[in-house]
């Protein structure tokens, strides 16, 4: 496909890190998928998983790029779009690395619930915003998403997970879930202060809504990718 | 991430909304939450001072009162006569006391703990004030006998204080964990920990973050490490039973408290609430800290 070409400035950061954004979440996305050889059969399906993720995220990576150097607006639709997408995916890789432990069906349902509760409450509180900012809206969204993000915050720390995980006799395991709880409290922790940002936002005195996409897309980037290394790293280390 | 560190994120996540919806909230709707809560949990934690103490030490009952009300009301006298040096005091004592509840299970030498315990309740106290001190400031310059204490607010001292405190904490952490006496998962809680009492003290007010500190990851943990303590004492130790002993010293102390400050609001008492409060919180610290200290080292 060939684009206009775009002038860009070379302080455009947030154009800057769409770019790194979508190529490393491409590059990561064949790494995973052409890694899935190298791992015992169980572990197959969790570096799919893995690959989907980035590779989903690559594809809007893709579009959000395009549209943010042609509009240099914030293209909030694609990525709820994609996180709709991507995090009830990473949900799923907890279901996948507790499933010998025992976690059910019902698990997995909870937290794939759960996450898609949180985002499309965040995205009607984001996206349906009337300008210059409608507080008893935000504030009412902000609150029904939040509850879903504590519940996979809890879940994976002290609840179901975490104690699948303790189960697990395995320390990879145990130690891959902790490492992937701490990508739900501090990597997650920047879509909320994100939303604060938005206009007539607490914090929207604190950060622009230019600066949340360049936080959103460092963050993006380090979450997904991060999270299936963790997951690959359990792979490999249990296939042994 | 424990348990305590859970509940503060999450009250962290409670608050974010509020001031989404308020951006603001007064300062005596801010006092008068944060009174409610540190009533609430404040006071209990330090309700069974007596208890912990004669299940560590053996003395008579009315020594021990001489001594504890003895110190409570050499305090206050103090307040009276040097306002400023009791402050301090009062400051280093809370840092103290702070340091130690949170780092106590930490095995090291009696002198480079109480340089750790130290400077992480320094680095605490110093980050609230160097956040918040043009707010601080302007609190402490509202009422008559706190005016004092504004030639301590001095941005610049308190930048280097703050910045130096908390350096050595987290050095010191870092030490402690590259010489194994602190397992990864200990390091990385701690660290975390310290940020987000950082990001809590920067984003919302003076009272609001030192109440979220105080009640959630103070006073509820203090109050953790007691029932944990009886419970090793007696497996059929529950809750309730830890309630009930908790219950009639709360019950008596925040009545007392409560009548003083009506008192001082009425204009009964010459003295502002807020100085009125610090003196209270001051002179019930003492005391509670010495407590503490024996009972975590005995």
Same mark, same amino acid.
């Given at each position: ?11 455009? !950061? ?11 979440? +491409? ?21 799919? =998983? ?100 504590? !519940? ?68 993006? %980037? ?19 | ?32 939450? #944060? ?7 404040? =006071? ?42 009791? +402050? ?50 302007? =609190? ?12 301590? !607010? ?8 703050? %910045? ?10 870092? !030490? ?15 660290? +975390? ?13 003076? =009272? ?55 008192? #001082? ?34």
């Amino acid at each position: 496909m060939l684009l206009d070409i775009q002038v860009m400035r070379p302080d455009d !950061y947030v154009g800057f890190t769409f770019f790194i954004g979508y190529m490393a979440m +491409f590059a990561a996305s064949v790494f995973f998928f052409f890694e899935r050889g190298s791992v015992d059969d169980k572990w197959k399906l969790s570096l799919l =998983i893995s690959g989907l993720i980035t590779g989903i995220a690559a594809v809007h990576y893709f579009y959000m790029r395009d549209y943010y150097m042609a509009t240099g607006d914030n293209p909030t639709f694609f990525r709820y779009v994609d996180w709709t997408l991507t995090v009830p995916l990473m949900c799923v890789e907890f279901y996948l690395l507790t499933r010998a432990a025992g976690a059910t069906k019902s698990l997995l349902w909870k937290l794939i619930i759960a996450s898609v509760w949180m985002l499309v409450a965040g995205y009607i509180g984001e996206s349906f915003n009337p300008e210059g900012g409608d507080t008893a809206h935000s504030v009412k969204w902000g609150v029904i998403s939040t509850i879903g993000y504590i !519940y996979i915050l809890y879940a994976a720390w002290f609840g179901e997970v975490a104690q699948l995980a303790e189960k697990s006799n395995s320390e990879v395991v145990k130690k891959g879930v902790r490492t992937l709880a701490w990508f739900v409290l501090v990597g997650w922790a920047i879509y909320p202060i994100g939303y604060m940002c938005m206009e007539g936002g607490w914090l929207s005195s604190v950060m622009s809504p230019s600066d949340v996409d360049l936080w959103y897309n460092i963050a993006d %980037a380090i979450n997904k990718i991060g999270f299936g290394l963790v997951v690959y790293n359990i792979a490999v280390t249990e296939s042994k | 991430m424990n348990r305590f560190t859970f509940i503060f994120v999450v009250c962290i996540y409670a608050l974010f909304l509020v001031f989404q919806a308020f951006v603001e909230i007064p300062l005596n709707n801010q006092l008068l939450g #944060a009174s409610f809560f540190i009533l609430l949990f404040g =006071i209990p934690h330090g309700a069974i001072d007596h208890v912990l103490f004669f299940r560590k030490r053996k003395m008579s009952q009315l020594k021990f009162y001489t001594i504890y009300l003895g110190l409570i009301l050499a305090f206050i006298l103090l307040w009276f006569w040097q306002p400023v040096i009791s +402050f301090v005091i009062f400051l280093l004592l809370s840092a103290f006391h702070f340091g130690e509840s949170q780092l106590v299970d930490i095995k090291l030498k009696l002198k480079w703990r109480t340089l750790l315990f130290f400077s992480w309740g320094l680095a605490l106290l110093a980050s609230l004030v160097y956040y918040n001190i043009h707010e601080l400031a302007d =609190i402490t310059a509202l009422f008559q006998d706190t005016k004092d204490f504004s030639v301590v !607010y001095n941005e610049r001292i308190f930048f280097w204080f703050y %910045a130096l405190t908390n350096a050595f904490t987290v050095l010191a952490i870092g !030490y402690l964990f590259f010489s194994d006496l602190l397992s990864f998962k200990r390091f990385s809680s701690e660290i +975390f920990l310290i940020g987000l009492i950082h990001l809590t003290f920067y984003l919302f007010p003076f =009272i609001i973050g030192f109440t979220l500190y105080f009640v959630i990851l103070h006073s509820i943990m203090v109050m953790n490490q007691e029932f944990q303590f009886f419970k090793s004492e007696r497996t059929d130790f529950s809750v309730l039973d830890f309630l009930k002993l908790l219950m009639p010293y709360s019950f008596l102390s925040i009545f007392f408290t409560t009548v003083l400050v009506l008192l #001082a609001y009425h204009g009964i008492l010459n003295i502002s609430v807020p100085f009125l409060a610090i003196i209270i919180i001051s002179v019930i610290t003492l005391p509670h800290a010495i407590v503490m200290n024996i009972f975590y080292n005995k």
